[in-house]
Structures are given as C-alpha cells and as structure tokens.
C-alpha cells in the first residue's frame, strides 16, 4: 500500500527566499507529525497535529516555521525568509492512532524533503 | 543536552555473526523505547519496540534489552545479514503531552559479506 509521500524531495533556495513542503500521509492516520534531520544528527520533533489541530509546535524553531493540516490529511510545512540553518532534510511521519510517543501506534515515515539554503 | 545518546557513530560485523547496538538515555521519566533502522535517500523504518515494564522484547533475529537502572539499552541482530547495513536510530519517549520521540544521533551498521 501507499505509504508517506513527500515533495518536492530536493529543494534548493535562495536564503530569503519562502518554501513550502507537502506531506501525504497513509489515509485514515490520525497522527502527524514533522521531524527536521540535520546532517549527522537524529531526526528533531517539530511539530505534532491530531487530524486537524495542531496540538504541539513546540519543536519550531523559530517562527519562521509555520505548518498546517487543514483538513485532517495533506500536511504542509511553510519556512519564510529561509536561512542557510534551514538546511537539512525535512521528514513527515504519521501514525493509525493518537498519540505521540508512538507506544499505541508506530510512526511510519516520508523519505523526507532535502532543503539546501544557499 | 541529549536526552538519547548513541556514542558509537559506527560498527562493522561479519555477515552471520551477532550485531549489537548500544543506546543510552538520561530522562528517567522515559518510558517506552524504540529502534528505526534508515537505508539512504529513505525515511527511518520502525523495527521494534520495548515497554518500560519489560526487560525483553524479541522479534526474529532481533532482540531489544532493557536495564532500567543503568538506563541503558541495546538491540542485537543475530545472526547479521548485508541486507541490515543501516543507520540505526534510537528513540524514547514519555507518556503525556511532552510525550514525543526523542532520538539519538544513530548508529551506522556495515555487515561485511
């Protein structure tokens, strides 16, 4: 079956410039969720919606960062006036049920957007 | 500060002998541990899980150990095969609001034929 989709998978920006990320999640997941990966490192907790709501964003690390869920399935991730710090690779993940911990359901991830800031 | 650590950046292992990786943690309040394992240019993979209540948890050829008090875990892969040369990322977590995946840096596994 189909699993995360992510696009583009490579985007390359002028630092100022804005970008926009899409994430597809499995259909029927509740949960999603976006990680940032920077190179070397484990992926980092952005942000977390249960359907619609945005229930934590706490992982943003600036508010330059926006993401939404308007619907409860396609998620987007919005970075303004990009910065060269903004590069790295982008993951979106989604789960069957609530939660965030992945203890009630695995988090199944996206091959991730590679965001290069020049 | 890192709540997850993985301190070995890398390991190589004969194909068909036993993988052991190690992980460990600082947050006593963690109570549910996982392992990805990631091929490149690929999204992390869940593989297995592990409850604070367990010390065990076996899945096949892989087997994720638990010491609460050392705050330690590892997972072994026997017997290793190529196909398992992988980043392999630990993760833990809390329940509650500020329950989200905390993961550490990885672990990259070469299994040599």
């Known amino acids: 079956g189909a699993g995360v989709s992510q696009s583009p998978r490579y985007k390359v920006a002028k630092r100022g410039q804005d970008v926009a990320l899409r994430c597809d999640p499995i259909?029927?997941?509740?949960?999603l969720f976006w990680y940032q990966q920077a190179l070397g490192q484990g992926p980092e907790f952005l942000t977390y919606f249960q359907n619609e709501a945005q229930l934590d964003k706490s992982g943003l690390p600036s508010d330059r960062f926006f993401a939404e869920r308007p619907e409860g399935s396609v998620s987007t991730l919005k970075i303004q006036r990009t910065q060269q710090e903004d590069s790295a690779v982008y993951l979106c993940?989604?789960?069957?049920?609530?939660?965030?911990?992945?203890?009630?359901?695995?988090?199944?991830f996206g091959n991730g957007t590679r965001l290069t800031v020049t | 500060d890192q709540q997850v650590k993985q301190n070995s950046p890398s390991l190589s292992v004969q194909e068909g002998r036993i993988s052991i990786l190690n992980c460990d943690y600082t947050?006593?309040?963690?109570?549910?541990f996982l392992w990805y394992k990631k091929y490149p240019a690929e999204g992390p993979t869940f593989l297995i899980s592990?409850?604070?209540?367990?010390d065990k948890n076996e899945d096949g050829r892989f087997t994720v150990f638990l010491n609460k008090s050392a705050k330690h875990l590892s997972l072994h892969i026997v017997p290793s095969q190529p196909g398992d040369s992988a980043v392999y990322f630990c993760a833990a977590s809390r329940g509650g609001s500020q329950g989200n995946l905390i993961f550490g840096k990885g672990t990259k596994l070469s299994v040599k034929p």
């Open positions: 592990i409850s604070s209540i367990k």
């Open positions: 259909s029927g997941h509740v949960s």
């Open positions: 947050n006593s309040m963690f109570d549910y």
């Open positions: 993940a989604s789960s069957l049920r609530r939660g965030r911990g992945g203890r009630n359901s695995p988090l199944h």
